[in-house]
Each structure stands twice: as structure tokens, then as C-alpha cells.
């Protein structure tokens, strides 16, 4: 039995408008989404927004969580500095309910856990509660303070030592909370100022060439500079949104989640690493068997055949990130990452999963191999039966990308790790806890496994992290096999551990009966997980700027640690502001990228202000795109602006340049070394000759280069020549450079100054060819002359230009 | 009324403020065409990533079903060092006895090593930098070639391991020998330095040109991102320059072991005076399943990699010049698990070697149950009273000191704070010590 997964038809945006427009309040948005939905999904997605969004009656305060402006930072000490830096860090991992001191009177509550518009209500709570302890004396000392320092048998030890910089800090905060006026007061009332003061933002044509060259590799056309003249950036966001229906961004969309994923990474050849002997044995190796004998020639035979595996492999290899596009491209709610009931396959992965004849009428082309459409496979069945796969649908339990047999094959288990691995990436992929970092502490972790019989769920520094990670871990138990090639699915034969805490997510064990779908147990909690939203909006922002969102400082020592501190809330608000948009959105992720693209992190352009403290530079140490463009951006961005690609950033030459291989290699260059400053220099050098005679040689209506000048017009010939000169370079520098430079401005004149200097020293060399070099001649429309050495000057300006970080950099 | 910013003062007067500057990196930038070549001291930071097993190698028990393949009585000394015997059992690469035979009075050992987790990213990241609580330290490696050769086109090396850079100084990958070669002459039509793509006088002006617009926007403030881009890149494209000294030192054959071909670039780059320090590393000692025989063949394939950088850099000339740190991010449990496996252990060691290090020595020691001793910081030698666990901290303060870098701004900028009581006393020895 088939099934093709369901096209999501908009219902959730449909409510949308609605819920923005007229329910900015809870009991309107509960009365609207309580409507019987046909379609369970939807169902699923009205409470995940309800939860995650709003979380039940909202108060004035709570609704304007979407709506506070991105750079608007109220600064609220216990909130922006306290918590970031030291309870969160040093408390929180065990005074919580599902923590190791959930037993004492000290229960916290992660503000990244609730819904976002009652977390200031919950960080309040955290405060109060914390004063309250603090004002408990305790042989004349505070009873918090004392615990902290591991007094009165305080179960986790000495959490901050008397001298450390942490403890100080709790003392201060401490003693002002009580010499504040009124109890329960915030000792530190907050400022208020915008963390992007005396920073100007980029215009919104320069913002749109930055967006359409990032997310589609191409320069915005005349007319939507047109139509983005004025200042309102809803313009800019609805062009955006355009922008990414194209082809171009359904690739770049793949390409940022691969950085993400790495599902591209697996080892060996995805016929046997994805689709495995156990429950694919007579389908997986299908073009072995496919019949070329129409194709005469041995030698092309053969080499057909060559070209089906590898295209079969690397459709296999694409599905995951197909998923994620389809998802986006239908506007379907991005929960479907963890919670989509189907995956996406090709004519050619449908053969082996030995489906294709019951698919084939819903492919447009049967024969290609990178046409996808979803697919609900059928329950697995085993060459024996202790291997089918047990499932009360019928089918097997899709959820999303982390039930893939590419995500679990890229991301295997073994005998010993008990796919805690998987439970890590888990974490990491879809709610954004690096659960390592939770045991990035001193201990002595040689003792503890000496000292307890199940060190895991015993000794306190490992239960830390083991008590959030088995569970999860204890999810994925159906997907116990070791080598790929052979299974992936299969069942421990003496039942999961029971020297592992149980499965389950977060404090809510698994129910027996939901065991066969275990995986989509957990998508559908993921998805009601406020953590989901923000882990996506940070994706979001690493597909776009390269960088993952700012960790707090740590070091509390650092005397710029108020300024980083600060930076780093402002950028964790605006990440709150967003991810509550994208839960109103129905979880749209192209409106989530439209979003990022007119906040003010992404628009960021220059220092207006003079003479910036250092504590100001702190602050704004994150700010500001400049991302070394990746070697697939690059070429892309060489596309754009000259029509081809260079070509040469590919294979060895990419990783040189930074690349990743998804493998060994998976986190990209982000500043250039001299290996790299050399290949921007051949690269300014080979595509500034390629393209300056080329573009010299085609009509000047076809130019995209010099349109309105000739390689005759000479500098100091006439005004209207040196007009011509400065405003051809005027071109250059908006077409390569993307700015907005006047002829009279010194970025302008220092280019001039090259094209002159460069035919004054020709002139004084005396001779020179009268035509460009060899290798700058070939492909040309027709012949260049260059009697005045102009083609060559105009190559060198060009040359300079790529050099330039504004190339260079997005 | 109490403000944030009295409560921040107050912060500031209770010792939270040091004067460390906030400031990127700001890189060298050499105008020259060429620029003066790096004489060394040249750096290799020899990683086995996944955690080796330290009681096959350096730290030798037999005791207590330690170790299988070979009882207390079989341990082997050379000088003062003890090893396992693995000549034997080991799968291809070369054997303990030939490596310690022929290094042995070079070698540091330094046993019982405290990496304090168990967990390989953590311990990846404390063991690279020295800092297990933060993902902004540098490497050791990354550091060193910040401080000591930061406008070198390739100053800092890396293939693998944690290569974290504190944003100093750009991490370069090399991943093949021929592609040094052809991004050698960057201004020769595909690499050939007799055919430029400018004439001379038209590449000095756009050099200057570059050279000019970067003065000019240095002009006005720039937000710290922009300022350290466009500083890294310039100083990318005018460094590069140098990276055609390379050409001479590129083999024609390229080596078929993991380490060697990983090694022949980096080495290659420092005779040609445009690198530094290079992360060198082989993976898979992750041996949950089958310890003894995952190590018998990754241990002798590391230490043969490690015997042939030496050889290496002797036929270069650059061997007085070259410290080696052997490391791993963690030790193996003393148990084997049902699989013939060992799990990971949070107590391993390291080796070391090269200029300044007095060899044939070990420090630290650990117990039958493979637990550290205590060491005194100030004699070096095991003490209950005042010794204390050596951790990575303490390992990467000694390594700056060595390096002669310890005070160096950037350094300050990521402090090891390990107090000075602490700081491990003489650990690289004196001449007079080697011979023990």
C-alpha cells in the first residue's frame, strides 16, 4: 500500500491574516483555531501556535513580544546579566524540575522552554524567587550565598568558589536587591536605548541586491530597484518573498541547510549506505539490472550505466534536503522537519525502494532523476520476519528529516554510544542545546565512573547531561544496527538498556504503545517546543549571514563583558521577536527569511558615530553581515554580475577556498588565508580578462560592462570623454560592487586615478602590443583592438574591483 | 536609587575588570613583493583524534586486565621512559620499540594528564586550547602563528582536530600537495609566472590602488566586523605573494600514509618560510569495539607518521627547528567493555619533542587503577601535599611559555588562568636533565 504524502493547501495561512490582523488576543486566537479542522495537521499546528506564541491569556506586556523593535534593548540586570551569566549557566542545569534538585526549593524555570510571550513572566518568577532565597539569612550569612559556595551540604557542590568573579557578582546583585526601595523591585531599572544608534542601515536597494544576491544568485532587475525607492521595508520584504519562488533560491536553500546538516556527508555509496540489504536487497541496486541495450556502443553503454548509478546516488543523497524543499516551496509549516509523514523521492530513489511502478504516473518526467514528490513508504519488511518493521498504520513512521535513513546512516550509533550521538545532533539540529556544553565544566570524570555502578544515572556531573540525552537516545532504540549497508532499522534483541534513563523527551516518558513511532513522538513535541521556533530562526539567520547566533559571554572577567553582554541580548530579542512572527506565520519559513532580511541585523551598513569607545565596539563586535562569500556564492555572484560563472572554484580549488566536503571538512572558512588571498587574486585576474574585451567586442546595447563608452575615448580627450570615464566607472563600481558611489566621490576618483595612471605608464613604456594579451583575446565577437592600451587599463579598474571586500564579502 | 551602571561599577571594583583589549587582530600586512621568509621555530600539533589508548603507548600497565596483550613484566624501557611492547601486534606503521629507540632521548612524556570530562568535544576543545568553557580560545597552534608569524600567507596549518582561531589569524586548508602549486603564481595565467595576465607597471598600481582604498576607509570608524574583513583580506592578497616559495619544496610523488601526505605540506610550507604551526591529524581511535586491535593499527600508523616528519624535516634542514606535541583528546578506561572495547577516560598523556625540550624525561604518573597522581608544579615530582592534577590549562601555559609567547598581547587576550602558584616549574627541562 502507497500513499503520497499530502500537499499542505494553506488553510494555516489562511488563518494568518487573522490571527496578525484581527486576534492579538489569546481568547480571539482560541475561539478561531478551535474550529474543527479536517485535517489533523492542522490541528497540530493551531495548538503548536497557541503553545508556543502565546501559551494561554496574554497580557499587554506578553503581546507586544512580536511586535518590540529588533535594536530596542530595556536592559533589566537580573534578566540581561545575572541569568545569562551565572544562573543559567551554573544553577538552572539542576534547580529544575526534571533536574537533579528538583527535590529543593530552588525550582527554576528555563525561560527557553516556555511559550515566548510569557517569558518575561517566567524570568520574573526565576527572579523573585531568587531574591526570596538570597533574603533567607543563614548563620549571618545569605542561605544562597552559602549553598553556592557549597555550604550547608549543598548537593551540587561548589557550584561558584567564594572567590570567583561569578560568586562576586551574585553578592553585588544580591545586596542591591536589598537595598532597593521596594521589595520585589528590579534593582537596576532598565535603560533604554538602541543598540544600533550611530550605525546606518543599508538602503533598501542596496538591501535587496544583498538579499537577491544571497538567496538566488542573482542582481535585482531594474524594475524592483524601482519599486523598492521609497523607505518602507515591506516593500523590500514582499520582493524578498518573490525572490525566493525562484529555482535559484530552492538551491542556495539546499545548499544552507547541507552547512546545517550534512546530510550530504554519508560515507560511501548511498545505494547501500541509505537503503539498506536487510529491507531493500531487491531494489536497492536496480540500475545494475536496467536495461541500456538500446544504446549500441559499448564503450557509451557503459558509460550510461556510470551516469545512472551516479545520478541514482545522488538523488538518494538530495532527499533530505528536498524535504526541506518541498516544504518551503509549498509553504508548508516548517514543523515538518520533524514532523512530516513523508519523504520526498525521485523516479530513481522510487526504484530503490522498489516503489516506482505505483508512483510513476505522479512523476512529469518518469525519467528524470532529480524530480521529486512525497512519499509515504510502506512499513519495512525484513529479509526475515524478526525484521519487519512493527507499525499500527501500515506505513513507516516518517518524522521529517530525523527519521531519513540518510540522517540516521549520516549520523549512526554503535554498540557503546547507544545513539546518544543521534540524541546529541537531535538536540542540536532541532532545539538548539548543544547538550556537550551542558558538561563543559571541571570535574573528575575518571572518578565518577570509578566511584558509581551506573555513572550515567548516578554521578550528578554525568546525569546532567544523560538525564536530558537517554531519553532521546532511548527513542531512536528501533534503529539499533551498526553497519548501514546491512540495516539501519532493527531491534536490540534483549530489549533497550535499562541502565539508561527510560525514553522520553524532557520529563515525559514514552508510552509503550507509541513505541513503533517513537520518532514521531518526538517531532510532534519538538514542533510544540518554543526551543524549535528559535533553533529556526537561527538557521535562518546562518543561511544568511554564515554565522550562528552569538552564545552569552562567558567571561566575566573581560572588562567589555556589559558590552557583549548586551550585544548579545539585543540579538537574542530580536531572535524572540522573530521566532514569535514565525509561529504566528503558521511556521512559514520564506516569510521567517523575509523577516530577517529588513531587521536590522541583516541591513546593518557603517559607524556614523566618531570615535567609538571601546566598550561600543564591544558591543557591536557581532554586528554587520560581512561573510566571506562561499566558493559557491562567489560563483554564483561572478554569474551575476558577468553572466558566467568563472568556473574554477570547484573540487580541490572550493576546499582551498574554504569549502566543506560535509564529511571531514563541515564548518566553512570565515576569514581568508593567504592560499585564499591567492585564488581571489587569480580570480580578479581571469574573469577581469575574460569578461573587459569580451564585453568591448558585443554590441553596445548588449554591454554589461561598458555600455556607453569605447575603448577609444581617452581621459583628458574632451569633458564629455572624462564625463564618459567617470561615469563608466560610476557603473563598475554599482554593477561589481554594489555601490551607490557619486563621480565625485574618492572611492570613485581613486579608480579613475588607476585607469589613468595605468595608460600614462603605458605611454611612458613607450611600446607596447597594440592588442589585449592571448589569453585575454579568445571568444570575442568580434576583434578588440587596443592601440591606446584603454582594454587594458579598464581590465586593470576591473581587476581592483573583485579584489574588493564589497565583492568579495556579501 | 541603585542603577545598572552602579551595580556594573560595583562589579568592576570587586576585581571582575582586567585590561585586556577588545580589538580584533589586526594582521600584519606586509607591502613588500617579498616578503622575509619565517626561519622557525616551526610547530606540529599531532593529533589522535578519538582518544588513544595511552597504556599501548607511553603509559604501560599489564596490571589489573589493563592491558591484554601484554603483562606487567613485559613493559619495555628506553632511558627513563617506559613503553608497551608492540611489536608484536601491531598492524603495519611502526612499533613502539623502534619509535622510542630512536626518539626516546628526545621525548617528553607527560603521563597522567587530567582532561577532566569525558566527552569528545569538550575534551577536543579543552586539550586544542587549553579552555574547556569557551568556543572563543585559540589553539595552541592558531595562537602561535597569531603571535609569531602573522603575515604569513599559510602561517596556521590545519587538517583536522579542533582549529578554533580566537579570530587572530586565518585558518588555512590545504588539502593536496598540487594544489599548492597552483595557486603559487596567482598572477600568471594559469600559474605560469612567464606569462602574466598585467603588465608590471599595471599590477604596482592596482596593488597601490588597493593599498590606497584601504587607508581611505581606515579613515572613519568602522564597525569590528568590517575593520577585521577587510584587514584579513588585504592582508590575504598581498601575503600571498610569498606563497611562491613554495613551488621548490612541492614533491612530484605524493605519500601514500594519512600523516605524510598531511605532513609534506606543511613541511614544505615552513621551508619555504610561509607557515608557522599545522594541526596534524588521524581519527578513528575511537575504539569502543575492539580496542586492541583498533589501536595496534592506529598507533603504529600515528607514531610512523610522526618518525616520518622527523625524517622529513631532517632531509629539509628545518629538524632543530620543529617542536612536536603529541596529543590526543582523551585517555581509554582501564576496563574493557563487553565489545573488547575501552570507553572513554578522562585521564591520558602526551608526548613532546623538539628545541628547548629536554628529552628522556616523564612527568606525572598514574595509578594501577589508572588514576593521576598528584604533581608538585614546582619539583615536577609526585606529592600528596602540594601536588596538583596537570590539566590542559597547565600543559598550554608551559607550551606559550616555550613558544616565548606568554606575555604576547594576543595571548593575554585568552589567559590560561592558571595561577601562578600553579604554573608547572622548569617543565621543558635543562640540557643537563635529558640524560637523566
Known sequence: MICTGGQFDGTVAGIRPFAVGHARSGKRLLTMISTPAADGRLTRLAVAILVLCFGGPLSGDELSVCAAGSAETAVDTFRDFLWPAVVSRKCLVCHRTDGDAKDSRLILQDPQRVALAQRAATMRQNQDLFRQLAAEPSAGASLLLTKVSGGLDHGGGEVLPATSAEFDMVRRYLQMAAAAESPGADPAPADRDSLFDGVSMLSNQRLLRRAALSLAGRLPTDDELAGVQTSDLQQVRDLVLQITTEDAFYERLREG??????????????????????????????????????????????????????????ALLQEPLRLIEHIVR????????????????????????????????????????????????????????????????????????????????????????????????????????????????SSDAAAATENYQIPTMQAPECVVCHRTLDPVAGLFQDYWRFDAN?????????????????????????????????????????????????????????????????????????????????????????????????????????????????????????????????????????????????????????????????????????????????????????????AMGAIQRTLSNDVACRHVAL?????????????DIEPDVLPGQSAAADRKILQTIVHLHRRILGREDTAESAAVQLSLSLFRGVLEDAEQAGRFDEREIYHCRQGLERPVPDPHYTVRAWRAVVTYLLRQPEFLYE | MTTRRNFLRWCSFAGLQLSVPVSAAQPVVDEQTELPPYEGPFYIVFNASGGWDTTMLMDPKGVGGINRLFAAG?????????????????????????????FGRELLVLNGLDYAVNNHSPCSRYMATGKLDSLA???????????????????????????????LVAMSRVPYLPSLRRIAVADGVEGNAKSLYHDDFALRRIEQTLAERRSLRQQNPQLPRRQHAENMLYAAQVNSKALQRVTPYIPNEI???????????????????????????????????????????????????????????????????????????????????????????????????????????????????????????????????DGIRIRPEHVHQSLRELAGIDQHEFSQQFPTGVPQGERLQNFWGSADQADG
Not at chain 1, 548511498?270 to 539490472?289: I, P
Not at chain 1, 538536540?427 to 551542558?438: A, K, P, R, S, T
Not at chain 2, 613485559?74 to 603495519?92: F, K, M, V
Open chain 1, 486 to 674: 546491512f540495516s539501519i532499522y532493527g531491534r536490540r534483541k534483549e530489549g533497550w538498556f535499562e541502565d539508561m534513563f527510560a525514553a522520553g523527551f524532557e520529563g515525559e516518558p514514552l508510552p509503550q504503545e507509541e513505541r513503533w513511532r517513537a520518532i514521531q513522538w518526538l517531532g510532534e513535541r519538538t514542533a510544540q517546543d518554543p526551543r524549535f521556533a528559535t533553533t529556526m530562526v537561527g538557521h535562518a539567520w546562518y543561511l544568511l549571514s554564515g554565522r550562528r547566533p552569538l552564545t552569552a559571554p562567558a567571561d566575566l572577567t573581560d572588562p567589555h563583558f556589559e558590552a557583549k553582554l548586551r550585544g548579545w541580548s539585543a540579538q537574542q530579542r530580536e531572535i524572540d521577536r522573530l521566532a514569535c512572527r514565525f509561529v504566528e506565520s503558521g511556521f512559514n519559513f520564506r516569510q521567517l527569511l523575509g523577516d530577517w532580511v529588513i531587521s536590522d541585523f541583516y541591513r546593518v551598513d557603517e559607524f556614523t558615530e566618531s570615535d567609538p569607545a571601546a566598550d561600543r565596539l564591544a558591543e557591536l563586535e557581532d554586528a554587520g553581515l560581512l561573510r566571506l562569500l562561499s566558493p559557491e556564492q562567489l560563483e554564483r555572484k561572478v554569474a551575476a554580475v558577468f553572466g558566467t560563472r568563472w568556473g574554477r572554484l570547484t573540487e580541490q580549488t572550493a576546499m582551498l577556498y574554504g569549502g566543506i566536503d560535509s564529511q571531514e571538512v563541515t564548518e566553512r572558512a570565515t576569514d581568508p588565508s593567504g
Open chain 2, 255 to 385: 605519500p601514500k600514509a594519512r600523516l605524510a601526505q598531511q605532513a609534506e605540506i606543511a613541511l614544505a610550507s615552513f621551508k619555504a618560510g610561509v607557515c608557522v604551526s599545522a594541526n596534524l591529524s588521524i581519527g578513528q581511535f575511537d575504539s569502543h569495539a575492539n580496542n586492541d586491535r583498533d589501536q595496534m593499527k592506529l598507533i603504529p600508523e600515528f607514531l610512523e607518521g610522526i618518525s616520518w616528519v622527523l625524517h622529513r624535516a631532517e632531509e629539509l634542514q628545518i629538524r632543530e627547528r620543529l617542536v612536536v606535541v603529541m596529543q590526543s583528546e582523551m585517555g581509554r578506561t582501564p576496563d574493557y567493555n563487553s565489545g573488547e572495547g575501552k570507553d572513554h577516560w578522562s585521564i591520558g598523556s602526551a608526548m613532546f619533542l623538539g628545541p628547548k625540550i629536554a628529552g628522556n624525561r616523564v612527568i606525572g604518573r598514574t595509578d594501577e587503577r589508572q588514576f593521576a597522581a598528584p604533581v608538585s608544579a614546582k619539583t615536577l615530582k609526585e606529592s600528596e601535599t
Open chain 1, 330 to 441: 509549498n509553504d508548508q509549516p516548517f514543523t515538518e522537519l520533524v514532523t512530516a509523514d513523508y519523504i520526498m523521492v525521485s523516479p530513481y530513489t522510487a526504484r530503490g525502494y522498489g516503489v516506482f511502478e505505483d508512483l510513476k504516473s505522479q512523476f512529469a518526467d518518469p525519467e528524470d532523476p532529480f524530480e521529486y514528490v512525497p512519499l509515504r513508504l510502506p512499513a519495512l519488511t525484513g529479509r526475515s520476519r524478526q525484521n519487519d518493521q512493527e507499525s499500527a498504520t501500515g506505513f513507516y513512521p516518517h518524522a521529517g528529516l530525523a527519521s531519513t535513513f540518510q540522517y540516521l546512516s549520516r549520523y549512526p550509533t554503535t554498540e557503546t554510544n547507544r545513539n546518544r550521538a543521534r540524541a546529541r545532533l537531535y538536540y542540536l539540529h532541532f532545539l538548539g542545546v548543544d547538550i556537550l556544553e551542558l558538561a563543559a565544566r
Open chain 2, 74 to 102: 613485559d613493559i619495555l624501557t628506553e632511558g627513563n621512559l617506559q613503553y608497551a611492547p608492540t611489536e608484536r601486534h601491531r598492524e603495519g606503521g611502526l612499533s613502539n620499540e623502534a619509535f622510542f629507540q630512536e
Open chain 2, 137 to 167: 580560545w585559540p589553539t595552541f597552534a592558531a595562537l602561535v602563528a597569531a603571535c609569531r608569524g602573522p603575515s604569513c600567507p599559510l602561517s596556521f596549518l590545519t587538517f583536522g582536530n579542533y582549529s578554533a582561531t580566537g579570530n
Open chain 1, 695 to 707: 564585453d568591448f567586442s558585443r554590441d553596445a546595447t548588449q554591454r554589461i560592462l561598458f555600455p
Open chain 1, 257 to 314: 541547510f547541507n552547512d546545517i546538516f550534512l546530510t550530504l556527508g554519508l560515507n560511501g555509496n548511498a545505494d547501500a549506505t541509505v537503503l539498506s540489504y536487510e529491507h531493500f536487497e531487491k531494489s536497492r541496486l536496480w540500475y545494475q539490472k536496467f536495461d541500456l541495450s538500446h544504446i549500441e556502443d559499448e564503450k557509451e553503454r557503459r558509460q550510461a550505466g556510470y551516469k545512472l548509478a551516479r545520478e541514482y546516488r545522488t
